[in-house]
């Protein structure tokens, strides 16, 4: 038992989170951009989509538009692969962003969205909306950090994690996402987003081996695929659980189709 507490402290949590510390710069600059965005009245972002569904009322196309746009909790992660793996500056994240918003609005059918109106800057108000968002990006990617290391570390004690990647890995191979580490970063994506940053820093990027084509095709599968468990329990709460399955799998697909269309035209070029 303490050979496991601290190989989990020494392996797990330490190079984790030095590594976080260089990654954050990039942080404070791309929730500067998203938050001078969001203060204007720019985005049609909200805070979490497991509480936009459950108050969004019965209708199944603003609800299916709602689970396409990046939540609080996957704008962390778009800002991870964008800085860290893509090289991208911060209007990566805006393309990423508008391109979920057009797909949403494309496979909702109509759904009656309500955009929101510009708004005067005011620097105090920006200053504190930066604050903020800052404090809320610490908050939750240690939560997912700390998750993602303890069940991560805990299924390669025990020699269960191999096995399952094993059986997964193949049906990600024609996205380019042949990487163990990348489709559990996949599989732990749907408990919560956030820990899909502490799955990638606990197998190391430069063990990943990430090109421009499987950076940008996980990016965009990431952006678009299945919502998180407590999002799909809100979704069956209000639609019943079929909807809810159906939900799931036409994200799936959706993010699966785009993700190959892309990595294939950048392998063409």
């Known amino acids: ?15 984790v989170f030095t590594s976080m510390l260089g990654f954050l710069p990039t942080v404070v ?5 998203v938050s001078l965005f969001e203060h204007g009245g720019w ?15 019965d209708d199944k196309r603003l609800v299916r538009f709602l689970t396409f746009i990046p939540c609080v ?9 964008c800085g860290m793996v893509l090289g991208f500056n911060v209007f990566g994240v805006v393309f990423l962003y508008i391109l979920a918003v057009f797909l949403g609005l494309l496979l909702a059918k109509n759904a009656p969205i309500r955009f ?7 620097l105090k108000d920006l200053l504190v909306t930066i604050i903020k968002n800052i404090f809320d990006f610490l908050h939750r990617i240690s939560f997912g950090l700390v998750l993602a290391i303890s069940a991560l570390y805990t299924l390669q004690y025990f020699g269960v994690l191999v096995p399952i990647s094993a059986i997964l890995t193949p049906i990600f191979a024609p996205i380019g996402l042949d990487n163990p580490a990348l489709v559990i970063a996949i599989i732990f994506g749907l408990v919560a987003k956030e820990m899909i940053i502490g799955v990638l820093l606990s197998f190391g990027l430069s063990s990943i ?35 809810a399955t ?21 392998l063409l070029i």
């Not at 909790?73 to 692969?81: C, D, H």
Request: hydrophobic share 55%; glycine share 8%.
């Open 1 to 15: 038992m303490l050979d496991f507490i601290s190989g989990l402290v020494l392996d797990g949590f330490l190079p």
């Open 29 to 33: 600059l791309l929730l500067t951009v």
């Open 43 to 57: 985005t049609l972002g909200f805070g979490c989509t497991t509480l936009a569904v459950s108050n969004c009322g």
């Open 73 to 81: 909790a996957k704008l962390p992660v778009l800002m991870f692969l």
């Open 116 to 122: 929101p109106r510009l708004r005067k800057i005011s």
């Open 209 to 243: 081996g990430f090109t421009a084509a499987t950076g940008l095709s996980f990016a965009i599968f990431v952006l678009l695929y299945t919502p998180c468990l407590p999002a799909l329990t809100a979704i069956k709460s209000k639609l019943g659980f079929r909807f």
């Open 246 to 266: 159906q939900t799931a799998i036409f994200n799936f697909c959706v993010a699966y189709a785009c993700a190959f269309a892309v990595y294939m035209l950048l």
